[in-house]
């Protein structure tokens, strides 16, 4: 059995999986703030998925971290995870010292990626599109993780494609990120809901303007993160995952009309059959946290060989 803990920015999700990577246990806890904080609240989830599948850590194969930020995922090092208060932290063996089994650390994005894959049944290459609060992609190809040489691969939300849009946090002008990012259209749009995204969807099909207008630039957003990862990588499959892919069909729908337009204008994009290449991640299922899990397993793995 193995674990699988998805570090969020409130929650950490942490689930046990058993040999044919069912889930047999899943239990959240709060995430906390800084690196102390963070590794307690960490064992505390690893401790109670373990008991909650009525298993001995020291029984456990591997465990296997998904964390936002930059991870180096050899050393199980994670930086500039500015959302957890984690400057540089070595969550890797800290952990694995004090559960005494292998752990691996896994870029969040990269967690899910390897989830969905999962969870879809897919082979061959897929991309994850996560339109989260930020937009990010992973990659995977026959059942493994693809990072890049410096662990950017994906960084997708930060490629400008309105020279005429906002300024991004990063700098530059126009990220994808600040159509189709979550925490944009929920700025933009202002008020207080629990799901502001849902809330854009629902004023928009109720005809309010200024909705319609946020709806559409995240579908053309999202849309051109589609383009962008077939054309960049021909992934043969690309997976919408994140908050934002809670919508469902709804978004979906409109995303592959929109694939369908830029088509009209294109032979050669037409070519590429792009709305029959998206899928959306099945929903209810704590997809990061599957994937961390399967992501340790590589790694116990790796150290046997
Ligand atoms: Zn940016």
Partial sequence: MRLGLDIGGTKIDAVALGD?????????VATGFGPDAVVRNALSAALQAAEAAEVSVAALTSVGIGIPGIVDATAGVVRHAVNLGLGELALGPI?????????????????????????????GSMAYLNLGTGVAAGFVNDGSVWRGA?????????????????????????????L????????????????????????ADAGDER?????????GGAAAAVRIL????????VVIGGGVSNIGARLLDRVCASLDELA???????????PSRVRLVPPGQPVAAIGAALAGVAESEAIGA
């Fill in 150 to 178: 410096r662990g950017t691969a994906g960084e997708i939300g930060h490629i400008p494609i309105d020279p005429a849009g906002e300024r991004c946090a990063c700098g530059q002008i126009g990220c994808l990120e600040t």
């Fill in 180 to 203: 189709a990012g979550g925490g944009w259209v929920a700025r933009k749009w202002g008020g207080e809901a629990e799901l502001p995204v849902l809330e854009v969807f629902d004023a």
């Fill in 95 to 123: 952990l694995s010292e004090h559960l005494g089994v292998p752990v691996r650390v896994e870029n969040d994005v990269n967690a899910a990626s390897l989830g969905a894959f999962h969870l879809l049944g897919l082979a």
């Fill in 211 to 219: 909705a319609v207008a946020l709806r559409d630039e995240l579908v």
């Fill in 264 to 274: 009209r204008g294109s032979q050669f994009l037409g070519s590429l059959e792009l």
């Fill in 20 to 28: 044919d990577a069912a889930v047999l246990a899943r239990v959240r």
């Fill in 230 to 237: 077939v054309l960049t990588a021909d992934v043969e499959t």
